[in-house]
C-alpha cells in the first residue's frame, strides 16, 4: 500500500514557475514508477510526465516537453515535477500516481494516487 500526498500548487503569472511535490509512505517507494498526471475543468485526465523507479528514465506529454521536469529522490520517497515557462492551458488540478514495474502513459495503469494540487496560471 502506498499513500501518495501532493503539495507545492499554486497561483502564478504566465511565464512563471512552480514546483510541485509528492510524498510517499512505505517502505517500498523505489520499487514503483511515478506518473504525474493533471485534469483541467471538463476535461479528462491527461499525462504530464512519468520516471523509472530508479530515476534514470524519464517521458514527458510534448505540451509540456522542454518545460517541466520529472525527478525523484528515493532517500526522501518523494517525487517533483518542476514546471516552468508555465502557460494558462497548464491550469488544472495535478495528481501524482504510483504504478510497480514500468512508467506508463495512461492513467488507468496505476495503482496508487494522491488527492490533487491546484495549478493555476493566470494570464
Known amino acids: 500500500q502506498v499513500q501518495l500526498v501532493e503539495s507545492g500548487g499554486g497561483l502564478v503569472q504566465a511565464g512563471g514557475s512552480l514546483r510541485l511535490s509528492c510524498a510517499a509512505s512505505?517502505?517500498?517507494?523505489?520499487?514503483?514508477?511515478m506518473g504525474w498526471f493533471r485534469q483541467a475543468p471538463g476535461k479528462e485526465r491527461e499525462f504530464v510526465a512519468a520516471?523509472?523507479?530508479?530515476?534514470?528514465?524519464?517521458y514527458y506529454a510534448d505540451s509540456v516537453k522542454g518545460r517541466f521536469a520529472i525527478s525523484r529522490d528515493n532517500a526522501k520517497n518523494t517525487v517533483y515535477l518542476q514546471m516552468n515557462s508555465l502557460k494558462p492551458e497548464d491550469t488544472a488540478v495535478y495528481y501524482c500516481?504510483?504504478?510497480?514495474?514500468?512508467?506508463?502513459?495512461?492513467?488507468?495503469?496505476?495503482?496508487?494516487w494522491g488527492q490533487g494540487t491546484q495549478v493555476t496560471v493566470s494570464s
Open positions: 520516471i523509472g523507479w530508479s530515476g534514470g528514465s524519464t
Open positions: 500516481a504510483a504504478v510497480q514495474g514500468g512508467y506508463y502513459t495512461d492513467y488507468d495503469l496505476y495503482d496508487y
Open positions: 512505505g517502505r517500498t517507494f523505489s520499487s514503483y514508477a
